[in-house]
């Protein structure tokens, strides 16, 4: 058998949810050269990942790497791949201390061998071609997989980048390239599940529009296992986008379709849909997806990352629910993991949790912070959305929610621009719970003005000094200010006289042409007045001091009975073009 044949019969055990035939394949008596030898190994660990056989995975890894020859690209990529996909269903050794070079100290080089398989990656560009391209292709998903199992999203955005290097332009012209694993002329089914990897990773890292679009494509086909694990990507995706109505419809498809949780696939199926309920605020029916996936109370058959996720899920439920008890249980059953790099950002943020829901702000705010610098460490985007959330939180309860608006603020506007619209809107809850708004978007304008700001504007147009609108209005001057910014940022102003201008343009209204003429000078203070310009840059275009071009505006006002600089901005407007 070729290690073609050896990988597609794998895989096809692999995606009838049968990863125990695909180890006894694995294991079957063969003659086999050191470097085929090593291969099965790979293969058979990766398929005992799949069947939550932790430990045993990372054996078999341990022993293909001994095997391996130094110089077979595909496998000693793949054998390095499966070793830290294997670590992530496994406690730690040496924990936080340790770090990531304790995953395999004693098979490999630095004792990390997922940076040592993305190091590798670039040798496999002699390989690509020929029945090689498809050993090279899963060589690459598989470096990505075990970034993402393992929570390390950064790496799995660099296996995916240096992935493409390898396979872009060498697999022949686009239109001529072969499907993933094709047997006689058919793509092999597992070629879908690479592609739902890259929406994966997409959505975990908070780039949810290129996500949308890559989903939308995905294909949509036999076997029932790809049909269910696209639905549940597309859960994933949709929840993460706030598209509330899309998602329940495909949750009641994935409840009625009932998979048997019994693999990382098929968990992943209810895994996935958990997530994307929650990002949707769901947590009840997120939870009960997390319990079926996990196999017991505690979601013991999951991988590390995947067990502190529902674990963290578990707590939210029951702190929306004031059940402290419950919440201290959930998160009594998260704590072993708190020295694992792979699930301490999360554990950090359930002890947020738990510490705001016993009244304890402070402490929720230093668990929260250390969240979120663990999850920033490893490009975890959406966890480290949800610290900074839950950071504001808490900084409100102990009556500190200045310090945390800007970042909140900061935080939207990053999701606005990825298509991250759940966090987004849980931002904006966050603020309105500080009694903040979210600046409206630069640009948009008196429609993105509530009806407050609106009366604001027009006495900012109108000249009006901030004093004299706390007056108008009886609120005070340090609220007249936040209005006049959010003001600003709807118009794309940078100063109170662009806002004059705009507000003209908005309103023209049907006036006449002045009747009274002005002189060159003043003709030209006028025209800047309606530009935007303040006073200053006015003056130093037309060559007078500000006092002067104050005295000029005077004049006009005076002249064409304008009460303000809109007055002014709108009667020059209503000058035909050829008399100006």
Known sequence: ????????????????SEPDAAVDYCRAPRTATPADQAYLLALECVALFMAAQFDTAAERADAALALCPPDDAVVHVTALAARALAQAGRPFPLGLAGGWSATAPTSTVTGDPLREALDALPSLDGDVGGDDIDLVRFACYLVAEAALAGARLDRADEALTAGAAVLDGRAGPPEGRRSFLEVDGIAHDYGSVLEILTVRILTFRGRVSEAKLLVAELPDTAPVLVHQLRSATEILVRGNAAERAQVRALADGLDAASPVPRDYLTRGCFLLAAFGLVALGDTRRAARFALTAGGDLAVSQLTTVDRALCLELLVTVAADEGDRDAAEAWAALARPLDDDPIAASTVQRICARTALLAGDPESALIFAERALDLARTDGRVVEEAQAEVLAARARREVADPDSGSARLVALAAAAENTGHVSVRQAAVRELRASGRRLPPKAGVGWDGLSPRERDVALMVADGLRNVEIAAALHVSEHTVRGHVS??????????????AARMAELFPGELEPPSVPLTPQL?????????????????????????????????????????????IARRVRSIPNENE
Do not use: C, H, P
């Not at 006015?538 to 303000?564: L, N, P």
């Open 1 to 16: 058998m070729t290690r073609r044949a050896d990988l597609s019969i794998v895989l096809d055990a692999i995606i009838a």
């Open 486 to 499: 959010r003001v600003l940022a709807a118009f794309g102003a940078a100063t109170r006289f662009v806002v």
């Open 523 to 567: 003709m030209a203070v006028a025209v800047r007045v309606a530009d935007g310009l303040g006073n200053a840059e006015i003056g130093q275009q037309v060559g007078v001091s500000t006092k002067t071009v104050e005295k000029y505006i005077a004049e006009i006002q005076r002249r064409w009975q304008a009460g303000s600089r809109v007055g």
